[in-house]
């Protein structure tokens, strides 16, 4: 009897725990699906009242919108190498500051730092227009130059591989020192390879920002198509009265797919890093 | 339409002289020069019509290049606001009526009054929408389209309900009960849909008979006027349309009623005719209903320079082509882009020809009584003033005097 009712309760509260676990995943990935199964509904099925789930009948023609209106290829291949490059980029700035600020003796370091993570709280918004006119006199309008020069430096990475740096112990680089290793040594040999997991994470994060954002590419690159991004592009979509949201979701498609592949390529190291993170937190 | 056909005459010589005007401004020079050309109306649809328009005037001016840079409108005024401030302005650039008097009083527009019977010919435009495009007595814009506001209505409704199509001599009276008897909130089924909006609220005063600034430059719609206004647009969600909750975050919400067949009567624009022809719906249209009086609602875009323009003369001559040519007003009928403001109702005969809707004279019969949004330099703050009042009054029940009279001490305080 008491073992009966013990295996009931466990049963229970499987089938409980699949139920929130399912729902989650339904929120979660309900709107991916929708997003897909928008891509290839015609007009009046998009538009239809009470909103049909599968579409009818399917049509691949918002895909050859998406490319038939912009240059779409160049607009992805200005954002795979904008990306790329950022996080490349990115992952050099970061590591090194990184490993000034954990490892380095230097006056001000502290004042430096806390600087650092100010900035992290400064919106883009506010320093758009100071940053266009040192663009303009920099003569960079409108370049792949002025596209990545502002991205090239993340507070939030300098801040994570430092933290990622102070986990490791002192014993490491003493050792090293005493082998007649130089700093970059011990940097580029030591440390790096053992926050590998760490700096995939962040990899994974700068590649995403750089990816998406809007803000900046579009006020900088507006001057021609030549430097325009995915979502710049793809805002371009978007008419004035009315929109054509089975032709957005196309595109929409179209420009996370790159993401969901590098996601899926480095998530091995990213929920490793996660759980590395947690035991030494 | 009176003012518009006596200026028939006129326009239709002018038509011809303004290409031969266009050619032959003394100041523009032989050496190259590249133009480049901002706007938000052409993306994503009629690229390739502004690409047609571009290379007739490339072909008239061959030292003159046009770039073209396109932007979204909800992304178009923060690049361009970021390229003014930034100094690198383009040279030349659309701005819509609302938009034009902000940036004319700051400086940013090229003076084009010298140019006016040289290179740009007045009477080639509606002259109401020319004179839109001043501020002060100064033209610092040309107006390139318009589209207006008219009641689109679903016969297949009407008949089943065995009601008469509205008329253009229908009031709000006949307008609220044809939309009460065919509004079937169980089927989904409603009369009538209209935005709670600054843009609605403007025109309904108009209708009304009220005035949104008194002669003195001071918020007037806290009047009976206004009251009778703002009562008509938020007595609306709830009972003939959907509440704004069920509207809230649906994008296109009132197309996709529409044109599932589930709208009786529609307070929408033109814009919506090539979509309204794929639905299949059978619709047809005519003039807004007024009240005291008739009032219809247009959207203007023009074409500016910019004032540090390196090129004015060319940038001049180009905004002529792009708002007044014949290439221009082809190509925009043709492929039923926004209309061409210039007049000239020969070319508009074709367009009159396309059906449905059988009565597209309508939209012409609508330009006889026009409401202009009132403009201020604070544009877009009033608008979410008056919007947020009127949404006050619908989802908190607010007293819709008082909430006026809140948002004309709030408007007053922009503009003072």
């Known amino acids: ?281 | 339409m009176t003012r518009t056909r006596r200026s028939i005459g006129a326009a239709v010589a002018a038509m011809a002289l303004v290409a031969v005007a266009a050619t032959q401004h003394a100041g523009a020079s032989a050496e190259d020069v590249t133009l480049s050309y901002f706007t938000f109306s052409a993306a994503p649809d009629h690229l390739e019509d502004l690409d047609s328009i571009v290379a007739a005037f490339e072909a008239e001016h061959p030292n003159v290049q046009v770039e073209v840079q396109t932007a979204a409108y909800a992304d178009y005024f923060t690049s361009l606001q970021t390229q003014i401030a930034g100094g690198s302005a383009p040279d030349t650039f659309e701005l819509n009526y609302e938009n034009f008097v902000t940036y004319a009083r700051s400086g940013a527009l090229l003076d084009l009054g010298s140019y006016v019977g040289d290179g740009i010919d007045p009477a080639r435009y509606y002259p109401l929408a020319l004179e839109g495009f001043t501020d002060g007595g100064t033209q610092y814009g040309l107006p390139a389209t318009f589209s207006n506001v008219v009641l689109i209505y679903n016969k297949t409704l009407f008949d089943e309900a065995g009601l008469d199509y509205p008329t253009a001599e229908w009031t709000w009276a006949e307008y609220t009960a044809a939309a009460e008897t065919l509004t079937d909130v169980e089927a989904g089924v409603y009369g009538g849909f209209q935005p709670v909006s600054f843009f609605e609220f403007y025109k309904s005063l108009a209708q009304a008979g009220g005035v949104f600034f008194d002669a003195d430059g001071n918020a007037a719609f806290n009047s009976p006027e206004g009251v009778a206004a703002a009562e008509w647009l938020t007595s609306k969600p709830g009972t003939v349309m959907p509440t704004l909750a069920d509207i809230g975050g649906t994008p296109d919400f009132d197309t996709a009623l529409f044109t599932s067949g589930k709208l009786a009567m529609w307070h929408n624009g033109i814009w919506q005719f090539a979509g309204l022809n794929e639905s299949g719906v059978d619709y047809d249209i005519v003039v807004e209903p007024g009240d005291a009086q008739q009032a219809n609602a247009v959207f203007m875009n023009g074409a500016v320079a910019s004032a540090g323009t390196d090129h004015p003369d060319e940038a001049a001559l180009w905004i002529a082509f792009l708002t007044g040519s014949p290439t221009t007003v082809d190509t925009r009928l043709a492929s039923s882009w926004e209309l061409p403001a210039v007049s000239d109702e020969e070319a508009f005969a074709g367009y009159l020809e396309i059906t449905p809707p059988d009565n597209r004279q309508a939209v012409f019969d609508a330009l006889d009584h026009i409401a202009l949004p009132p403009v201020i330099e604070r544009q877009q703050e009033m608008q979410d003033i008056v919007t947020q009042a009127l949404e006050r009054i619908v989802a908190d029940g607010a007293d819709i005097q008082e909430a006026l009279d809140e948002a004309a001490a709030e408007v007053d305080g922009l503009t003072g």
């Open chain 1, 1 to 281: 009897m008491d073992e009966r009712s013990r295996s009931w309760s466990r049963t229970a509260r499987t089938v409980s725990r699949y139920v929130v676990m399912a729902a989650c995943a339904v929120m979660l990935v309900g709107p991916f699906v929708w997003m897909v199964l928008a891509s290839v509904k015609t007009d009046a099925d998009i538009r239809r009242i009470p909103p049909t789930i599968w579409p009818d009948p399917p049509t691949g023609d918002n895909y050859r919108r998406v490319i038939d209106t912009f240059p779409f290829w160049r607009f992805a291949a200005n954002s795979l190498g904008v990306a790329v490059a950022s996080t490349t980029l990115q992952l050099v700035t970061a590591s090194m500051a990184a490993y000034a600020f954990a490892r380095i003796q230097f006056r001000g370091r502290n004042v430096l730092f806390a600087l650092y993570l100010a900035t992290m709280m400064i919106p883009l918004q506010v320093v758009i227009v100071p940053l266009f006119i040192e663009m303009r006199n920099l003569g960079l309008v409108d370049s792949y130059a002025a596209l990545l020069l502002p991205t090239i430096v993340s507070s939030f990475g300098v801040f994570l591989l430092r933290q990622a740096f102070l986990a490791l112990p002192r014993e490491l680089d003493e050792a090293a020192f005493i082998d007649g290793a130089g700093h970059f040594t011990v940097f580029a040999r030591i440390l790096l390879p053992l926050i590998a997991p760490v700096i995939a994470a962040f990899a994974v994060f700068a590649f995403m920002a750089t990816w998406n954002s809007f803000l900046w590419p579009l006020v900088i690159t507006q001057a021609s198509d030549r430097h325009v991004t995915l979502p710049v592009g793809l805002a371009r979509l978007n008419g004035r009265f009315s929109t054509d949201w089975n032709v957005i979701m196309a595109g929409s498609v179209m420009t996370i797919v790159p993401i969901v592949a590098f996601y899926l390529l480095t998530q091995r190291w990213v929920i490793r890093s996660v759980a590395f993170s947690g035991l030494k937190g």
